[in-house]
């Protein structure tokens, strides 16, 4: 049953209304979940296996190239993942958090501790007063300005295509996620949920090297993995980082416009939009986490208003990477290069990360605890 439309009014100015009119959306269907998991696994195990016996085979090139569709089957997993930490796929807590530990093994993501940074990304994004934690560091043009030369070409080293996409995601799922850097006195709950990871991470890749060899292994996981990390990275990065994007000091900043103007619609062809599990559709999942990713496609059609709100292209896409400063006058994305010459002040953020509470439907509605 089809909800009704809504004027587009209601999806500027009424954040209230328009939380309630998703909140028909937050309810997971256990029997497409689990289909869900099962059109993604099963898949990715066959093509792992069809890798493997290439490999044995010597045809490496055959299982290089089937490396692009296991890569995929694998972001779907991980954005499967995704939806488990923010306790959408289904309606049991239990079932979302062990699903998402699982699947953590194959992502090489801890599910606990990727769950708490992921949620004070929601609860900051777009906030120029607050720690960039589980997002990418972007600083204004007058930050930049006011750094020391050194450390205005680390942030230039940083922003650079080959460390987003190259060097960057090998970091980021190879070795940041194996500790919990940036949270070591957060508790117990980063280490629990990191070592317990490494642990069952070790435990099957050992399995599978005791029973397809060592070399075979590496050929087949390694192409799999590093492909899987770069898509992955470039959708989180492209979900935030666009021209006409959102930020805010912390005094005018809100989540709802954060989540509707900082977090685009990323349109996408039919194949890249299954493949991401509708992760595109992300200015609608900031409104509200808790839809089910395969529920979003429901939220355009029955309000087609919203395909028309923060609206990237494949092509818009590629051509923000080269936008890295928010320009503060101008109220968007600025290269490098277009950035204005001055010295700027340097704007202090707050060392404070948080938590974030939810309502019935997952939308940021406080930032209410220190770690």
Known sequence: MNTPSASTSEFTTDPRSLRQTLRAYCKP?????????????????????????????????????????????????????????????????????WAGRIIGVLTLTPHDFWRHSHNIHHASSGNLDRPSVGGLETLTVREFQALPRWQQWRYRLYRHPLVLFGFG?????????????????A???????????????????????????????LMVQIPITLLAATMGIWLFYVQHQFEATYWEHDEHWNAYDSALQGSSYYVLPGILRWFSANIGVHHVHHLASRIPSYRLPEVLRDYPELQTVSRVTLRESIDSVHLTLWDEDKRRLVSFSEASVGS????????????????????????????
């Not at 689990?34 to 890798?51: D, K, N, Q, S």
Request: proline share 5%; glycine share 8%; charged share 15%.
């Open 187 to 217: 508790g117990r709950m980063p280490w629990i949920s990191t070592l317990g990871t490494n642990v069952a991470i070790a435990v099957l890749a050992t399995g599978a090297i005791w029973f397809v060899g060592v070399g075979p292994f």
């Open 29 to 97: 269907r256990l029997a497409r979940s689990i289909a869900e998991i099962l059109i993604t696994a099963l898949p990715f195990v066959v093509i792992w296996a069809l890798m493997w016996l290439a490999v044995s085979a010597g045809y490496w090139p055959v299982a290089l190239v089937l490396a692009v569709p296991a890569a995929g089957f694998l972001v779907r997993l991980f954005m499967i993942q995704h939806d488990c930490s923010h306790r959408s796929f289904f309606h049991s807590r239990r079932a979302n958090d």
């Open 169 to 185: 995601p090998m970091y980021t799922f190879l070795l940041d996620y194996r500790l919990p850097f940036g949270f070591m006195r």
């Open 344 to 371: 700027g002040i340097k704007c202090e953020r707050s060392q404070t990360s948080h938590f974030t509470k939810q309502d019935g439907c997952g939308s940021v509605t406080q930032a209410d605890r220190q770690i």
